[in-house]
């Protein structure tokens, strides 16, 4: 069963950047699809980025286009996602996951989730 460490959340200034990073445990990480996650308070979680097991193919997510970038390093079993230009309607927590199909990182019907990580975009 996969299972994941979030870190990197905290509180930034609007246009500012973060850089969040997941461990990713209990699977050959190198042959899964990654992708990152949010949930905003009220609101359903969506899949804001994903990104193939060689590490080129990418999707993001329209509202977080040119603003974040998803990388993974498979020997360090960790996905990353720089976040640039936030807004305030960045916040939310952030989760990632992994899994070995583009279908189930898309739709997120994973059973396990870790904590996520808490990223605030606040004046």
């Known amino acids: 069963q996969v299972q994941v460490v979030e870190s990197g959340g905290g509180l930034v200034q609007p246009g500012g950047s973060l850089r969040l990073s997941c461990a990713v445990s209990g699977t050959i990480f190198s042959n899964n699809v990654a992708g990152w996650y949010r949930q905003a308070p009220g609101k359903q979680r969506e899949l804001v980025a994903a990104i193939g097991a060689g590490g080129i193919s990418k999707k993001f997510v329209d509202s977080v286009k040119g603003r974040f970038a998803i990388s993974r390093d498979n020997a360090e079993k960790s996905v990353y996602l720089q976040m640039n230009n936030l807004k305030p309607e960045d916040t939310a927590v952030y989760f990632c996951?992994?899994?070995?199909?583009?279908?189930?990182?898309?739709?997120?019907?994973?059973?396990?989730w870790g904590k996520g990580t808490l990223v605030t975009v606040s004046a």
């Open positions: 996951n992994a899994d070995r199909s583009w279908a189930a990182v898309i739709s997120g019907g994973m059973d396990y």
